[in-house]
């Protein structure tokens, strides 16, 4: 099975452990301090049919270890805060600090609804992110502080569900494995900072999206997960893993607004899946030396796909956008790029001369391409005379465009 840069790999049955404090239907706590110092124990708990609520809690699990890396992921297990089975949550201020092994800051698993606001949420314990949603769970976030530095702060798991973040910063600083968002659910982000101090910004995986509307999103992986591999640096990556962890299918991400900074790395990675990229009106900065969009296979020895067959799929949608820096697609993968509604792209598609699957452009009379190099596609379409040559040569199916 893959292993994901986000999530965990296998199964197991479902263990949630148990709560430390366990919430009355109808209960509302203010102030104090919850915490939690056992094994597979979460410090504050809302179950069943369970409406409650939490006004500047102090919430701590501060010891006390997960017994298992895939029940702390996919189930809540040790989770600081979990709520589970059709319980609501609500929880406004306050403080959440998690340190050990598989603590996760506040989970929603299930049918669970949580909907948090104004709270800090610190989690440094290993097999651990900030806000979570698995199995169906759904989590409304406003203005939140999360600071992880092992997992990913925005973070979803097998079973995926719904994420509505608003406002707040979100930043992780630990390892390659941790990004901004870890998206095996529909998670949409607004006005908002995101910082992954040494990891990609953003990844999708599988049949899930990535919504980001008027943000500042900021990555710089250090590097790829684990020495034997030749993964890509990037920031923004696409794929499925074949843990199990995501259905197959289309992954989307979209950007509105904001600025999505590189600080090492391509800017977009596709690897192994069907995916839709789409860019409005985004402030783009790439890191020197490096590709807007890689759409590509992978050596497979990290179990996300079969070597020479694992190649990516992507639909490129830019709408009042202006891009900067060269595209590859190899010769397993496939790019229909659209510059539509005012867009200008300025770059290479494919220098190298390599002769992608099936790599199509569409230009509107409102838009333009102007080349930075050679460039090779198999079919061209639309205003092709806002193609500005630029004094290089653009290949289609291998024929000279004039």
């Known amino acids: 099975m893959g292993m994901p ?14 709560g430390a404090y366990v919430l009355a239907d109808g209960e509302e706590l203010t102030g ?11 410090a504050i708990r809302a179950e069943g049919e369970t409406t409650a609520t939490l006004n500047d809690v102090t919430v701590e699990k501060t010891d006390g270890s997960a017994s298992s890396n895939d029940a702390s992921s996919f189930y809540g297990l040790n989770a600081a805060i979990l709520a589970l089975d059709n319980a609501v949550l ?33 989690v440094t314990g290993g097999n651990a992110g900030g806000i979570e949603v698995a199995g169906g769970g759904t ?12 997992k990913a702060a925005i973070r979803s798991d097998r079973g995926g569900g719904t994420m509505i973040v608003d406002g707040g910063t979100y930043t992780t600083s630990g390892s390659s494995g941790a990004p901004a968002i870890y998206s095996t659910a529909d998670i949409t982000v607004s006005n908002a900072t995101l910082t992954a101090e040494t990891s990609e910004a953003v990844v999708v995986e599988g049949l899930n999206s990535v919504t980001i509307n008027n943000c500042d999103v900021t990555g710089d992986m250090e590097g790829v997960y684990g020495d034997e591999s030749s993964e890509n640096i990037h920031n923004v990556m696409l794929y499925q893993s074949m843990s199990g962890d ?15 900074v590189s600080n090492n790395g391509d800017m977009f990675y596709v690897t192994n899946t069907h995916s839709i990229i789409t860019l409005n009106n985004v402030d783009l900065t790439l890191a020197d030396g490096t590709n807007l969009i890689v759409i590509a296979g992978n050596d497979g020895s990290r ?37 539509s509604d005012g867009s200008s792209y300025t770059g290479t598609i494919n220098p190298d001369g390599t002769a992608a699957s099936v790599l199509s452009v569409t230009i509107d009379d409102t838009s333009t391409w102007t080349l930075t190099g050679d460039s090779y596609v198999t079919e061209l379409s639309g205003t092709t ?18």
């Not at 104090?32 to 979460?42: H, V, Y």
């Not at 995501?246 to 999505?260: D, I, K, P, Q, R």
């Open 90 to 122: 609500n929880i406004n201020g306050g403080s959440v600090t998690a340190t050990t092994e598989g603590s996760n800051g506040v989970f929603a698993y299930d049918g669970a609804t949580i909907y948090i606001e104004d709270t800090d949420v610190t």
């Open 246 to 260: 995501a259905e197959v299918g289309t992954s989307s991400f979209t950007m509105t607004g904001g600025s999505l």
């Open 32 to 42: 104090g301090t919850c915490t939690s110092s056992n094994n597979d124990e979460n």
């Open 5 to 18: 840069p986000g999530g965990q790999s296998g199964s197991s049955s479902v263990d949630t452990g148990t």
């Open 385 to 402: 005379d806002n193609i500005d040559l630029n004094g290089y040569t653009l290949y289609v199916n291998g024929v000279a465009f004039e």
């Open 139 to 150: 989590m409304y976030a406003t203005n939140l502080n999360v600071q992880s530095t092992v």
């Open 303 to 339: 179990g996300w796909g079969t070597e020479g067959s694992n190649g990516g799929t992507c639909e490129v949608d830019f709408n009042k956008q202006t891009a900067t820096g060269n595209i590859t697609v190899d010769s397993i993968s496939e790019m229909t790029l659209s510059i």
